[in-house]
């Protein structure tokens, strides 16, 4: 004994960093392991070995649809996020735009299948057509809507939207989980700060005791894996509070957090995933597009065939009915070319009334416990194992650095 208290005495210094280097070690491998989540977002080295790609960005297409099975399964539906837009607030919005598109349109479609016969034709009888056409307009927007929100599955593709938004951007897919577990992530790399010290305290003991060269790499080791281990663990669980040792009261960090998390996370969807324009983008341009086509041409040919219900035999004699049919076609087609843009005016309101992020947010309070883990918990399973071997093997190499610098400054 008095032999351990001379060499802690002579080379004090060596053993007050022990615990010191450990308590780094422990925050330096979290650190590390945290960007190896994320980060890079595209592979970088050579492949297939030599090289890593963030396991977040890597694995895109499984997290996000793990991601979106939780939100769409659990927290908002296709049909809740239409069925809020009101039919006659919506021609109201559309008011302005329509009145520019349909004047815009029957000059084209004249001009079109009738060269010439629009410019030949008097002021007060264009003016007539395009008013009466104008004037179905809005009936046409809000059949169209009513017919979309009776079968929304049929033209609305909600998982697929939000799948594609995320794989398409993996920044995005590393900000959802990011931002709804930014303090656990904080959590993860301070705890290898106190972890770290306390293991580097038993390291001390160990060292003075053995003075073996296999006591710094093992403790590194030790230190890089349990601390890893211990802080995933710990944001977890367990589910609901609990008091360990009679004294100490934990609940596992993300669930405790709930309130907060379900507004970061209700924001971050609301603002960036489930927006108007994504809808409508996937709406328009999605896989079920050529089903709101159909939609659209069925009402567009109902609006036409009542306007021209008296004239419509004489229209079958001069222009024939397949070309009556044709200008119909011609004039949906118009129509859905033009509604990208036209949509945009009631982007606004939309948001107001589909109401995702207050949605969301009363949804995730109403989760369970294993629920809501689902929210984050894939970002951590996902090769969670790498991580924590990664944290070890560091945590050794830095322990064979200790070994040679304390062989120097002790000699």
Not at 6 to 15: G, S
Not at 132 to 149: D, F, G, N, T, Y
Not at 196 to 205: E, T
Request: proline share 4%; with cysteine; glycine share 6%.
């Amino acid at each position: 004994m008095s032999e351990i208290l001379a060499d802690f005495a002579r080379n004090w210094y060596v053993y007050v960093s022990m615990p010191v280097i450990a308590a780094l070690i422990g925050y330096g491998t979290k650190v590390v392991a945290i960007r190896m989540m994320f980060q890079p977002i595209e592979f970088t080295g050579v492949r297939p070995f030599f090289g890593w790609q963030g396991i977040v960005p890597r694995k895109a297409a499984r997290m996000a649809a793990i991601a979106c099975d939780t939100m769409t399964d659990r927290l908002i539906s296709a049909g809740e996020v239409v069925s809020r837009l009101d039919p006659d607030r919506v021609a109201k919005e559309l008011e302005q735009p329509l009145l520019e598109a349909v004047g815009e349109i029957t000059q084209e479609i004249a001009a079109e299948y009738e060269p010439g016969l629009w410019d030949s034709l008097p002021q007060q009888v264009r003016d007539l057509v395009v008013n009466r056409v104008r004037a179905e307009a809005p009936k046409v927007v809000k059949a169209i809507l009513a017919s979309v929100q009776s079968d929304v599955d049929s033209v609305f593709d909600l998982k697929g939207m939000v799948v594609e938004n995320l794989v398409k951007d993996k920044e995005l897919l590393n900000r959802m989980f990011q931002r709804a577990g930014h303090r656990e992530f904080q959590f993860i790399a301070r705890s290898g700060l106190v972890f770290g010290f306390v293991i580097g305290l038993v390291q001390m003991g160990a060292w003075a005791v053995l003075r073996s060269p296999w006591v710094m790499p093992i403790f590194g080791g030790l230190t890089g894996w349990f601390t890893d281990w211990l802080a995933l663990r710990m944001i977890f669980h367990p589910r609901e509070p609990k008091r360990y040792f009679g004294v100490f009261r934990w609940q596992g960090l993300f669930l405790k957090r709930r309130q907060e998390v379900a507004a970061d996370y209700g924001d971050l969807i609301a603002k960036e995933i489930i927006t108007p324009h994504n809808v409508m983008a996937a709406v328009l341009r999605g896989p079920l597009a050529d089903r709101l086509f159909a939609v659209v041409e069925r009402q567009v040919t109902a609006a036409l065939d009542r306007q021209t219900r008296l004239a419509r035999p004489l229209m079958a004699v001069t222009v024939g009915s397949r070309r009556y049919q044709e200008i119909k076609h011609s004039v949906a087609e118009k129509v859905m070319r033009r509604m990208p843009d036209t949509l945009a005016y009631i982007e606004d309101y939309a948001e107001e009334a589909m109401d995702i992020r207050n949605t969301l947010v009363q949804k995730m309070r109403e989760l369970s416990a294993e629920e809501f883990e689902e929210l984050i918990r894939p970002a951590f399973q996902q090769d969670e194992w790498i991580l924590i071997t990664v944290g070890a093997v560091l945590g050794f190499a830095v322990g064979e650095l200790q070994v040679v610098l304390v062989e120097n400054l002790t000699h």
